[in-house]
């Protein structure tokens, strides 16, 4: 079993996980660490019965399945991450799981140029992403906090790193580059990373699966639109473009990113504003996006229901959404030439009919014609293709980081036995 951390400045996600048998068992959540009112949150996987644990999917394959978990609370006192993590070492031990463990996978957000695959963490390893903090000062500090943490807590445990950007390492230079002087990249790291890429990762290997094509073989469109959003082509199952860039901030409209602006803008307003460029910054990626369009809310699922009812401002923002995914979608056809399908994930891409069908029909050029039965039903964990036969293929695939980082670990870090591929099949 392998225990996944995602470590923020003052929150801890977790979840334990059996990858090859593809099962969550444990999840959770501790938050507002070193202040009053921290707490952990963990989610137990019950056997009630002796149900097998498989049954703990629902039917549609989600791993999930919140009624077959036992919830666990903990105050903290104004304890920080190693307090939260020796709690769940704890709670893991009471329940019998502990002993179960066989290594630590990391969320870490940045891995600069130097990572293009997972690692298993080392001193040298921990230097280069240190080295990445210059490019991700608000997150990878809290990652390289979670894994000193773990490696106290858990210390006979290997830990590994998997990495937001090493997918996009794939890009080629004219795709990744920005037409600035070629000394901010060299001398300055400039360039377009790319975020997401573990989810777009999941995204390539699962369609693969599910289209029974070989991976090196498959041309897709990820479109992983949740609270932040990205999108990207893949070739071959590789990255060829992705519309995050040197920060999460470019691309698609977000919850409160703004995605793609002039970079005028920034002094221009700083100015009007009387704040600095920093101060902008935050704007756009606070108060901006489907929030600031809409002055309404940051949440989807709230702004597709206030715009049936005629709210303006959440109707301009989910037409300003949909107008930008497929726009971008048309664009990754430069890179790929041939789709075999345009995937929707993440939250809004796996249960918002309204933004697919609105998405798909600025694309009926390419031939997407949306099946509106298939597609209206298609939410909750349900993976689908949702155009009709003879269509250019969209569809809905679930995206799954922590099994994603979790098979990279076990990948990793096992010790014995042949090197079995890693299959989707009881996913
Ligand atoms: P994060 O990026 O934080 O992981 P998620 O992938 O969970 O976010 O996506 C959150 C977004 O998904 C929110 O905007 C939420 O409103 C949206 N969402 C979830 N369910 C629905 C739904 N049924 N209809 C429309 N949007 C939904």
């Known amino acids: 079993m392998i ?22 068992l444990v999840s959770g959540l501790a938050e507002k660490l070193g202040s009053d009112g921290a707490e952990i949150a963990i989610k137990i996987g019950v056997q009630k019965n002796p149900t097998p644990r498989r049954s703990w999917k629902d039917a549609s394959g989600s791993l999930i399945k919140i009624e077959d978990y036992q919830k666990e609370v903990y105050q903290l006192g104004n304890g920080g991450h190693t307090e939260a993590l020796a709690k769940l070492v704890e709670v893991l031990k009471a329940h019998g799981l502990l002993n179960e463990l066989t290594a630590v996978g990391h969320r870490v957000v940045h891995g600069g140029s130097y990572f293009s695959d997972s690692a298993v963490i080392t001193p040298e390893i921990i230097e280069k992403v240190t080295e990445c903090n210059v490019i991700a000062p608000l997150h990878n500090p809290a990652n390289l906090l979670g894994i000193e943490v ?23 230079d004219y795709s990744y580059l920005y037409a600035t002087p070629r000394s901010w990249e060299k001398e300055h790291h400039v360039r377009r990373y ?27 469109i990820c479109a992983h639109m949740g609270n932040g959003s990205s999108i990207c082509a893949i070739k071959g199952g590789e990255s060829m473009d992705t519309s995050m860039g040197f920060t999460p901030l470019p691309g698609l409209i977000m919850g409160t990113r703004s995605g793609d602006i002039d970079p005028a803008l920034i002094t221009y307003m700083a100015e009007r504003l009387n704040t600095d460029a920093q101060g902008v910054i935050d704007i ?8 600031g369009v809409s002055e309404l809310t940051n949440d989807m699922r709230e702004l597709t229901e206030a715009a049936t009812k005629g709210h303006e401002g959440a109707q301009l923002a989910v037409e300003m959404f949909c107008y930008r995914v497929a726009k971008y979608v048309a664009e990754y056809m430069v890179p790929l030439q041939r789709l075999d399908a ?28 949306v099946d509106p039965a298939v597609n209206d039903k298609t939410y909750g ?12 293929r969209a569809m809905v ?24 591929s890693v299959s989707f099949e009881n996913y």
């Open 3 to 24: 225990l996944v951390i995602n470590c923020g400045s003052s929150s801890v996600k977790f979840a334990v996980m059996e990858p090859l048998e593809q099962v969550m």
């Open 150 to 172: 773990a490696t106290q807590q858990l210390p006979n445990l290997p830990q590994v790193a998997v990495f937001d950007t090493s997918f996009h390492q794939t890009m080629p």
């Open 194 to 220: 790319g975020f997401h890429g573990t989810s777009h990762r999941f995204i390539a290997i699962k369609t693969a699966e599910l289209l029974n094509k070989p991976l090196s073989d498959l041309n897709i």
């Open 284 to 291: 756009l990626n606070k108060k901006s996006g489907l929030l």
């Open 342 to 369: 345009l995937v929707f994930t993440g939250g809004i891409g796996e249960n918002s009919a309204i933004v697919r069908e609105k998405v798909l029909a600025h694309l009926r050029f390419l031939g997407f014609i």
């Open 381 to 392: 964990g349900k993976t689908t293709v949702i155009t009709t036969a003879g269509s250019t």
């Open 397 to 420: 695939v679930n995206t799954n980081e922590e099994l994603m980082i979790a098979m990279d670990t076990h990948q990793l870090t096992r010790t014995s036995g042949a090197v079995k």
